[in-house]
């Protein structure tokens, strides 16, 4: 089993930025790809960002030029690094691990995310 325990959320102005830390413990599967999910009130939870071991990212394109994903291995930890917030980022945040390739995950339980205008 994995476990994945995501940190950092909170209330912040637009404009504003937050960084969420997502640390996996367990038995953790190599190559794997590391990501953030995003899922807003009402809505299906959505992409935000992936990363590989070997670094190879993949935005989706709201973010792009605001957010920045990031990992440290040694640590089997990855990093979202969110800038010029808008009050649609407003969302419960998720991360999650799965091996290269396969289409199941782990999850972690979520970070709350709020931008006031």
Known sequence: ???????GGG???AGGSLRLSCAASG?????NVMGWYRQA?????DLVATITGGGSINYVDSVKGRFTI??????????LQMNSLKPEDT?????NV????ASSAYWGQ???VTVSS
């Open 41 to 45: 009130p009402g809505k299906q939870r």
């Open 91 to 95: 969302a419960v945040y998720y991360c």
């Open 98 to 101: 799965r091996r290269l390739g």
């Open 110 to 112: 979520g970070t709350q």
């Open 11 to 13: 209330l912040v102005q």
């Open 1 to 7: 089993q994995v476990q994945l325990v995501e940190s």
């Open 70 to 79: 990031s990992r440290d291995n040694a640590k089997n930890t990855v990093y």
């Open 27 to 31: 038995r953790i599967f190599s190559p």
